[in-house]
């Protein structure tokens, strides 16, 4: 059952669970664009191609929040909002091990694997690689894990699990960061808890939080 947390004419934000992909794959699996486009045929009573612009996505194992464009005005003044780096995403992440500095920013460059389809982590700007940068601060230590809040100030492919990965901290059941053991429903233990970002007619503020997942703190 889709979970809209937002709507307009223009823009929809919605909850993704872990295990769905945000757009369609080679595997053919259904996505969660299939599924927004299906409320929004059936709320407006719409035949044929529905419009929906992907503005950013979450890998498959995370949850959060997810934002797209209902409309070609929306989807570009979003994407002009991102590119100004005026909407803010945050998340929270459980990561392994306990963080040397209950504050931080990580800084580094990053390479997209197509092979592995991993991030190649760097301390230094190599050849064809992207700046990546984001601030995280501990909430509170969970049976020997760290639960921390992370700011995104860049969205590179796979950034916050290498980084931290990189770190020596990768994400609580990333294995195809380092992380120790997988979660039973293969996730990872990421969410992205909180979008802040302006509507796309008007420039009103819009904020969308969302709980942590239960199985985050239990």
Known sequence: MLKVLYEDNHLIAVLKPAGLATQGD???????MDEVKDYLKEKYKKTGNVF???????????SGIVLF???SKGASRLSEQIRNH???KEYSALVEGKLKNRKGTLINFLKHNEKNNKAEIFDRE?????????????IKEIKGNTLVKINLKTGRHHQIRAQFAHLGHPLVGDIKYGAKNPLPDKSIA?????????TATGDKDVVLEMPLPKNFID
């Open 26 to 32: 080679e595997t053919g699996d259904v996505c969660l």
């Open 52 to 62: 929906l612009g992907l503005l950013h996505r979450l890998d498959r194992p995370v």
């Open 69 to 71: 464009a209902k409309t």
């Open 86 to 88: 005026e909407m803010k």
């Open 126 to 138: 190599v050849p064809d690689s992207q700046r990546a940068e984001l601030d995280y601060e501990v």
């Open 190 to 198: 990421l969410f992205a808890d909180k979008l802040t970002f302006k």
